[in-house]
């Protein structure tokens, strides 16, 4: 089993906690494939939130 990088682990938890308000606790207790699928929703939901404001011009 390969050690998952600490530097990347933060900038995960980083991203999710200034996006969804979660303490470090609560992400900590996430498993890794949870972790990695709420990284896709927030970032899917951030490049839908952009392209409409593009989109307004």
Known sequence: ???????ELWREMTYLAYHLHWGLDQLLDLEHGDRIALLEEVSSLNERFWQG?????
Do not use: Q, W
């Open 1 to 7: 089993m390969t050690r998952y990088a600490a530097k």
């Open 53 to 57: 404001i593009d989109g307004d011009d």
